[in-house]
Structure formats: structure tokens, C-alpha cells
Nanobody
Framework: QVQLVESGGGLVQAGGSLTLSCAAS????????MAWFRQVPGEGREFLAA???????VYADSIEGRFTVSRDNAKATLTLQMTSLKPDDTAVYYC???????????????WGQGTQVTVSS
């Protein structure tokens, strides 16, 4: 069983930056794909970025180069650096991990509880 805990969410003004972190309960995730998603109330979960076990980074087009994903296998952590934040980025951000499956899909077997990001205009 893998537990994921996100942190770093909060309130930020438009144009600002924020860094989210995800801590996994086991370094076994070094062989997993780890990803970030977000969800707005009433809408589906949206893929943002992922890092495969081979350290390949995959991004959603909607990010427009504003977000950077990275992982530290020694610490079993995943990070999302967000810049030029917009009010539309307001959502609950989730960390996810999976052993197999397409990086952009929703088939991740492990999810964190989410962290709220609010961007004020």
C-alpha cells in the first residue's frame, strides 16, 4: 500500500508562484509513474503533469509551460512548481502514483487527499 500526502497549497495572488509537494510512504514509488492532477467542484479530475519511473516528464498542454514537475526518488517525493498563476488555476490539487498505465490517464491506483490552491484576482 502506498500513501501519498500533499502539502504546499494555499492562497496566492494572480501572477504569483506556489510549490506543491507530495510525500510517499515508501520509496517503492521510484519504480512508479507519479503525477499531479487537479479538480474543480462539479468537474472531472484534470491531468497536469507526470514523471515516469524513467524520469520522463509529461505535461498537459493547458499548463502552457507555467508548471514544472520533478521527483526525488531518494526522498520519495514529487514536486510541482507553479508560476504565473491565474484565478482559473484555483482547484484542489492531487498527487497520484501508479505502477503501470498511461501517464495522462485516470487509472492511477494511489491518490493523495488533495491540497487546496486558491488564486485571487
Amino acid at each position: 500500500q502506498v500513501q501519498l500526502v500533499e502539502s504546499g497549497g494555499g492562497l496566492v495572488q494572480a501572477g504569483g508562484s506556489l510549490t506543491l509537494s507530495c510525500a510517499a510512504s515508501t520509496r517503492r514509488v521510484s519504480s512508479y509513474t507519479m503525477a499531479w492532477f487537479r479538480q474543480v467542484p462539479g468537474e472531472g479530475r484534470e491531468f497536469l503533469a507526470a514523471v515516469t519511473w524513467g524520469q520522463n516528464q509529461v505535461y498537459a498542454d493547458s499548463i502552457e509551460g507555467r508548471f514544472t514537475v520533478s521527483r526525488d526518488n531518494a526522498k520519495a517525493t514529487l514536486t510541482l512548481q507553479m508560476t504565473s498563476l491565474k484565478p482559473d488555476d484555483t482547484a484542489v490539487y492531487y498527487c497520484a502514483a501508479q505502477a503501470l498505465g498511461p501517464p495522462r490517464g485516470l487509472s492511477y491506483g494511489y491518490w493523495g487527499q488533495g491540497t487546496q490552491v486558491t488564486v485571487s484576482s
